[in-house]
Structures are given as structure tokens and as C-alpha cells.
């Protein structure tokens, strides 16, 4: 399951406004739930004095890592009183309170709140520090030889701008019927049980600050009140802890417990969700803070309302906890031209017609290994020959084809490159594309701990990257391999990488010290790029890695992955890769070429993927990753996935195409009629959402128009809707020589439709597919109707609600 996480650089931007509290930890020593988040760094440990704790010579501690967004402050106030303490080395290391600041899990820097070997009378600390990091650290002790520190009565808030929705974060009200309400059984969207009412309960003392801490025994589904959205800002968080969680037989991975920002649309069904909690687990957790941040727009606005659910999934055992739960409402969201009733396209003139990027050329293939599936071997072909296809990502060629055979004692690889040829060759020698490789996991020999993500050696890891590289460059040759987009990983931040942000930062400056080398070696200049889709500070993070390392200038291109449209907003596209060069920046890479190398409408099964909507979202999207300078987005995936759902021909899975017989979906169609804009391309400007089109002129003056009524408020609906196009036709004869339409709505170029007008029969009972190939060509009709007006082709149309209908005229 892939997932999308963005904290975007406007946040620091924001208008001046009311801080509210997010989080806060408010804990007196004397109460034995401090123990729940003071950990011990090294030494004895602190003894409890009083209201206080009490560290002698040579001990430490510690709160969690806490993550925060840049634009949050941080305030801290504690009690300190110290006797005299002799200083273990330098003059700084007696009594100190220190906060670390963190981008990921590594430190850049700390502050000294508080720091004295001289003997002082209990007096209060007050610090408000604003914070430009992703996250921080708490810690305080007795660094001296000699002598006590005392710290007593810790707040540590932290405020971010806007208004905390959430009244009772900590469960103090009436449970069950203020604020807080237990679910009594029933399923979620994935059908996924919601507990039972009785393993829901409320106590008190289980975490340090004031308030009760709501415990899930067993599974449960707590949720929170619905607060109406209009496309703000959000932040959401809380503290979270689990005990002994162990999923139910059968279970998703991911279907443990945690907190969930739950999205709903004006009937109050869930439509959506975003887990705040990071890396759903089974085990233990101990209790440690979690946030998101929602950007202005960045929710469809299909969702009307969001709730916080809190959960133990069903059929679960084990003991969840949670507190201080915080939903802050930032900005009065943003107002929206919507009117689906009619619509107009104005468009043109030639004379202001500019440059066309196709970047709608690239597609996500994911595993190497599946080249060899003759079905993906067919959609792979179709989107080169009809869908204009020139570059495919694909990932994972050290595990799978295998190519590392053995690894001797004094670091000699032995090489067996004829899996990874098997599926090379087919893209680059039968099909002619380009390629952007994914580089990622380490073979088998160089794995820690049966972990595919760090490996023994980093030096090894680096020389088996640059064995690969090299076989590409003899087999393929410079030019070739010079055209291609070199990737580091594939969502480093998610569960595809297993290990913490230091390793994967020295990975990363591996995979770029080898491709150097490889340059230097070799005599080519390659396409280096940055992590795949390394969000939540982490591309920053590995760039500033590079920069120590002096490799931060060989990065040439930088790599995002985006899902908005169908839950998430199509805001995110125009948010996400301004977030991507402001990151860049710091390093001189502002301009440098940016691809989405992997986009969907969503990152989870959805309907809309089978369906026109799926046509009508891709054109929409090409249309923004166009107008924002995307070099290519890279549509994810060639075909649904090919081993799992296979009773079923529609899966509702993220492909361009079925994985029985590689049936055209509607977006494939769209995809094909995106590839045959030629020339340079045409102004549009929409009477209101949801009407959208690209339009291109070429040499001889056909004029192409693809357009969209992609709805992100009303995705399900297909009902017809007028159009006009408006052709700027100044200077140009009032005879048309070409006159078509082309449509993909629920009766032309949809596979889909025709298969449920079938009665979507299971894959047991109708393996053959000839219909549905039929049903999905696309099928050219003439264009009538039209008139020409005070130097204007007016061209009216019926077309549905989420379709694309494609005119060519000339």
C-alpha cells in the first residue's frame, strides 16, 4: 500500500494568526506515569525527590523524538535547582536541559536551556523557541562527576497558528456522548471489522499530563466528532502507545491500530483516509507523539467532513492507548469556481501558442521481474505503439532477477546479469524505451539480519550498483544508458525501507559516490537522480548528507510521487512539487527537472480506476503537472497487479489495463488521445471547474482539443452535461476540411461499462475477454453542429460528467 506523505513549504508562509496549543506534556514527578515518557539515555537513571527527579553524577534522560512542522514553536518551563557539581571535562558538562533539534531521526543541532555547575536555589525556566526543523528532542541530566541536578513541574507545548476543533483531546468529558462516541460493531470501507463497544474504556494516571487516556482492549473503534471542511489547512496529532497488538488471521499488514483522520462526504460516508499514526506495526510501542499536516485544498472536494477515528481493527488482540488528540483548523479555505451544469472552453489563439510537454510519456511499471509476464509484455507494448510511451520506471534488480551470484571473502562479486537481461532487453532493445531504474535493496549476500534494506557493507552495496551500471553501459551503450533517469530507492520513508534515516542517508550518498564513479570510469554523463518519492523532510535530509560529502552537485534530477484527485485533492499536485524545489534549493537545485514517478488518483483500491472517471482524472492531471513544468509524470501502473484478485477481470487496482489479457481501461484511452496532441500548444482558459482541456496546434494548422469534465465533487456521476468549445479562428477559412470526435464516456471507449452491462461476470465464468477489447477502442465520429461566430469555431457538445471527448479540426 503506497502512500503519500506532504508537509509543504507554505506552511512557513502563513499569515499571522492565534497560536494554539497542538500538544502538551504537563507532568509533576511525583505521579508515576512520568515513567511512561522519560526515558533513561545512560547512567543510573534519576530517583524521584519530592515533586521532582534527582540526577546524580554521570546520568541522563530523555523525552521522545517528537515530530513538528516548520512554522510550530515550542514552549518549555520547568523547576531547576542544582548543588555544585564538579564538570566531567569540559566546562559545559555539569547540570544541563538541552533541546535537540531533528530533520528525521538524525540531530543537526541542540540547544543549552538550561546549564550550571554552580549550586542554585529552585527557580523557574521559560523558553519559547520557533522551530524550522521536522522534529525535537527533550533531554536533560547530570553530565558532572560530582553533585545533584533536580528538574520538577515540566510543560513542554508545542503552538502552531489556528483553532484546536478537538474540545476534549484528553477524554475527560462524558465518553460516549460529548465528543467521543464507541462504535458497536460493523465493517469500515475495506471491510474490515470495528471491534465490539465493550473494549472501549477511559482511565486516568496512564500518561503524564492531566486528563484520562482512552484504552482500546481488544479491537474497538473510537471516533470523534465531524468537523466540516472547506478546504483548510489541518494539522492533526496525538499520543499514541500499544501494547502486545497481534493482527487477526488474515489481516492486511497494515490493519494493526492507530489513529486515523477519517474523510466524509455530504452524506457522511467515508471516502477517505490518512493513518496519523507512522508505521502501522503489531507489537509494542511505547507512547510517542504523531502528526499530519493537510495543506489548504489538499482533501478532494468531494469531502464535506473529517473525523478522528481511533482504532484497533477488528478480530485484533492486544491494548491501544491514546491522548491529547489535537484537530487545528488553519485559514477559512479556499472558494472554488464550481458549476457542473454547463460549461465553456475558450481556446487559442495560434499566435500565442507555446511550447507542448508531453508528460503524460511515462509510465510505473514497479518489479523488473514482471517483464517476463506475457500480459504485462502486451500492455507494455500498447502503451509504446498507441499511448506514446517513452520512458518506464521500473525498480527492484538485485532481488528478483538476482544478478549478484556470489561475493567472495575479499569483496570480489561474481555477476550472473541474464535474469536482469531477460527483462531489460524487452524494454530497451524490442521496445526502444527509455529508462528510469529504481535502485534499491541489496542482494541477498550483503543482507543484515534477513533485511533486504541495510546492508553489511555499504562499500560492497556501492561496487555491486556500479557492476550493474557498467554491465548497462556495455550492453546498451553510452547514448542509451545517458538518456536514462537514475532513481535511489523507492519511498524511503515508508515501510519500503527498514531502517532508520541515518542509514538511508549514507545509502544514498553510496548510490551517488558509485554512479560518479561509474562516470568517471566509464566516460558518461548520467541522469542521477534524487530518493523516489522522499517526502516529510527526508529529501532534504539526504541532500544535506551530499553536500557533507561533496556530491550534492551530481544530482541532475529530482523524483516525487503524487496521489490526489480521487480522495486526495488535486491541490497536491501544484503543492507537492513546489515542496519538492523548495527543498532543492538549499543546494542550488531549484531548476532542476522534476518527475512525478508515480501518480494516481489515489495510493488505494478505488472504483474510479476502472471507470470514465479514470480518463477524465488523467487528463486533468497532465493538464497541472504540464502548467506546473513537470518534466513527466509517470502514471502508476501499466497493469493491475498480476498475482493478486485474479477471479476478478475488474479489481478496481491502479493499471492502465486489466491483468487478464491486458483489457484497455477507459484512462488507457485518454492516455492514446493525450499522445496525439502535436505541435505547440494552445491557451485554455475554463468558464469553472470542472471543465478542463490541452489543445495543440501543428505545422499545418490541425487544431487538437482534448477535454475533461473530471469532477473531484461528484466522481461517481456521469449524467450529460453542455459544453462549448470556443476556437479562436481568426485569419483561417470558415470551411472545415477535418471535422472529428472522439469520445470515452459510459457508451464509447469504455471496457469497463460494456463489462458491467454484462452482468461483470467473474473471471471462472467468462475467461474470454474479446468483448471488452472491442468495447475499448476508440472510434472516430464526425463533428456537427458547429458554426463559425465574430472570428470564432463554436463547437457545442453534450458530454458526461467525468469524461474525455477529443475534437480535431482543420
Known amino acids: 500500500m503506497k502512500k503519500i506523505l506532504i508537509f509543504v513549504a507554505a506552511f512557513c508562509c502563513l499569515t499571522a494568526a492565534v497560536a494554539v496549543e497542538q500538544m502538551a506534556l504537563d507532568i509533576n514527578f511525583s505521579r508515576p506515569a512520568w515513567k511512561a515518557v522519560v526515558k533513561t539515555l545512560w547512567g543510573a537513571g534519576p530517583q524521584v525527590a519530592g515533586d521532582a527527579l534527582e540526577f546524580g553524577p554521570g546520568s541522563f534522560a530523555a523525552l521522545p523524538l517528537i515530530p513538528c512542522l516548520p512554522g510550530s514553536t515550542v514552549r518549555i518551563e520547568f523547576d531547576a535547582e542544582t548543588t555544585d557539581i564538579e564538570s566531567a571535562g569540559a566546562a559545559w558538562r555539569t547540570a544541563a536541559v538541552q533541546l535537540g533539534l531533528f530533520t528525521g531521526d538524525k540531530e543537526q543541532a541542540h540547544l543549552d536551556l538550561f546549564n550550571t555547575g554552580k549550586a542554585t536555589a529552585r527557580h523557574r ?12 528532542r527533550l533531554c536533560f541530566g547530570n553530565y558532572g562527576r560530582t553533585g545533584k541536578f533536580r528538574i520538577a513541574n515540566l510543560k513542554v507545548a508545542l503552538d502552531v497558528p489556528g483553532r484546536n476543533l478537538e474540545r476534549d483531546g484528553s477524554f475527560s468529558g462524558m465518553f460516549g456522548i460529548n465528543d467521543w462516541f464507541v462504535r458497536k460493531g460493523g465493517k469500515d470501507w475495506d471491510g474490515l471489522g470495528l471491534g465490539r463497544h465493550g473494549s472501549a474504556r477511559v482511565e486516568a494516571g496512564l500518561f503524564p499530563s492531566p486528563g484520562k487516556t482512552l484504552v482500546l482492549d481488544g479491537a474497538g473503534t473510537v471516533t470523534g466528532r465531524q468537523f466540516p471542511y472547506n478546504g483548510e489547512a489541518l494539522v492533526v496529532g496525538g499520543w499514541y502507545m500499544q501494547q502486545g497488538i497481534r493482527r487477526a488471521a488474515g489481516a492486511p499488514p497494515w490493519a494493526n491500530a ?23 506495526l503489531d507489537g509494542d510501542r511505547p507512547w510517542e507523539y504523531h502528526c499530519v499536516y493537510i495543506p489548504a485544498g489538499g482533501l478532494s472536494p468531494k469531502v464535506k467532513s473529517v ?68 500480459h504485462v509484455r502486451t500492455a507494455l507494448r500498447k502503451l509504446k505503439e498507441e499511448g506514446g510511451v517513452e520512458y518506464v520506471r521500473t525498480r527492484e534488480f538485485f532481488n528478483g532477477p538476482f544478478p549478484v551470484k556470489s561475493i567472495s571473502a575479499d569483496g570480489e562479486i561474481e555477476f550472473d546479469f541474464s535474469g536482469v537481461d531477460r527483462c531489460v532487453d524487452f524494454l530497451v532493445r524490442e521496445l526502444g524505451v527509455k529508462l528510469v531504474p529504481t535502485i534499491e535493496t541489496v542482494p541477498p549476500q550483503l543482507q543484515t539480519q534477513n533485511n533486504k534494506h541495510v546492508p553489511k557493507d555499504y562499500g560492497l552495496w556501492g561496487k555491486t550498483l556500479k557492476g550493474l551500471v557498467r554491465h548497462w553501459i556495455e550492453r546498451y551503450g553510452r547514448e542509451t544508458v545517458s538518456q536514462w533517469v537514475f532513481e535511489c530507492w523507492n519511498e524511503p520513508g515508508s515501510d519500503f525501507f527498514r531502517g532508520t534515516d541515518e542509514e538511508f542517508c549514507r545509502l544514498f550518498v553510496t548510490y551517488l559516490r558509485a554512479l560518479t564513479e561509474t562516470e568517471r570510469e566509464n566516460g558518461i554523463r548520467l541522469r542521477i537522480g534524487t530518493p523516489s518519492g522522499a ?66 488518483g489515489s495510493a488505494m483500491v478505488s472504483g474510479h480506476f476502472d471507470t470514465q472517471t479514470g480518463a477524465a482524472f488523467l487528463v486533468k492531471a497532465n493538464r497541472i503537472m504540464a502548467d506546473c513544468g513537470v518534466t513527466r509524470g509517470y502514471y502508476y501502473c501499466v497493469i493491475d497487479h498480476p498475482y493478486l484478485k485474479l477471479d476478478r477481470h475488474y479489481c478496481g487496482d491502479l493499471g492502465y489495463m486489466t491483468h487478464h489479457d491486458a483489457v484497455p481501461k477507459p484512462a488507457f484511452n485518454a492516455l492514446t488521445l493525450l499522445n496525439r496532441l502535436a505541435g505547440k500548444r494552445l491557451p485554455v482558459k475554463a468558464s469553472s471547474e470542472p471543465f478542463d482541456a490541452m489543445a495543440a496546434t501543428d ?54 461499462a460494456a463489462f458491467e452491462r454484462a452482468g461483470s461476470p467473474p473471471v471462472a465464468q467468462q475467461r474470454d475477454t474479446a468483448t471488452w477489447q472491442e468495447a475499448a477502442r476508440l472510434v472516430t465520429e464526425p463533428l456537427t453542429g458547429y458554426r463559425f ?22
Not at 525556566?125 to 525535537?136: A, M, Q, T
Not at 492507530?258 to 502501522?280: C, E, F, M, N
Open 125 to 136: 525556566v521559560s523558553r519559547s523557541i520557533p522551530l524550522k526543523n521536522s522534529g525535537f
Open 258 to 280: 492507530g489513529i486515523q483522520l477519517v474523510y466524509l462526504d455530504a452524506d457522511d460516508k467515508p471516502i477517505g483516509h490518512r493513518d496519523v499514526t507512522s508505521r502501522l
Open 307 to 374: 473525523s478522528v477515528w481511533l482504532r484497533v481493527w477488528g478480530g485484533n488482540t492486544g491494548k491501544a492507548c491514546f491522548d491529547d488528540i489535537a484537530v487545528i483548523r488553519q485559514g477559512a479555505g479556499e472558494a472554488r469556481n464550481y458549476d457542473a451544469s454547463k460549461g465553456r472552453l475558450s481556446i487559442g489563439p495560434a499566435e500565442k501558442a507555446y511550447r507542448l510537454d508531453r508528460v503524460w510519456n511515462g509510465v510505473d511499471l514497479s518489479y523488473c521481474s514482471q517483464i517476463v509476464l506475457p
Open 535 to 600: 517526502m516529510n523532510g527526508l529529501l532534504s535530509l539526504c541532500m544535506e548528507e551530499a553536500r557533507k560529502a561533496g556530491l550534492d552537485k551530481a544530482v541532475t534530477d529530482v523524483s516525487i510521487h503524487i496521489y490526489g484527485g480521487y480522495d486526495g485533492s488535486l491541490a497536491l499536485y501544484p503543492h507537492g512539487i513546489k515542496e519538492a524545489r523548495g527543498r532543492m534549493a538549499p543546494f542550488g537545485g531549484e531548476n532542476l527537472p522534476v518527475h512525478v514517478t508515480e501518480f494516481n
Open 699 to 752: 505545422a499545418d494548422g490541425t487544431v487538437r482539443v482534448v477535454a475533461t469534465t473530471f469532477s473531484e465533487e461528484e466522481p461517481d456521476v456521469f449524467r450529460p452535461v453542455p459544453v462549448t468549445l470556443e476556437l479562436d479562428w481568426s485569419g483561417r477559412t470558415e470551411t472545415l476540411e477535418t471535422a472529428e470526435l472522439i469520445r470515452v464516456d459510459s457508451e464509447h471507449a469504455n471496457s469497463h
Open 789 to 810: 461566430e465574430n472570428g470564432k469555431l463554436i463547437i457545442p457538445l453534450t458530454m458526461e460528467l467525468n469524461s474525455v471527448a477529443a475534437i480535431t479540426v482543420k
